[in-house]
């Protein structure tokens, strides 16, 4: 399970936060496609953003 923080050139930033889902065992997952970063939520809706548009990306667990 993991939060995901995308901190944009712009000086934004986009944060993806572990939301869960009934059942357990889903969290957001974090993929590179292409030019594009593309985070997947807990019930595989997808997010795309170029990464022409990404300085750095965090992806930090919320269980050890």
Do not use: Q
């Not at 292409?34 to 170029?50: H, L, M, R, S």
């Amino acid at each position: 399970m993991s939060n995901i923080t995308m901190k944009m050139k712009d000086g934004t930033a986009r944060e993806f936060k572990h939301e869960g889902r009934p059942g357990g065992g889903y969290t957001k997952r974090l993929k590179a496609e292409g030019a594009f970063a593309v985070v997947t939520d807990e019930y595989d809706c997808k997010t795309y953003v170029p990464a022409a548009d990404i300085a750095e990306i965090i992806e930090t667990p919320t269980r050890w």
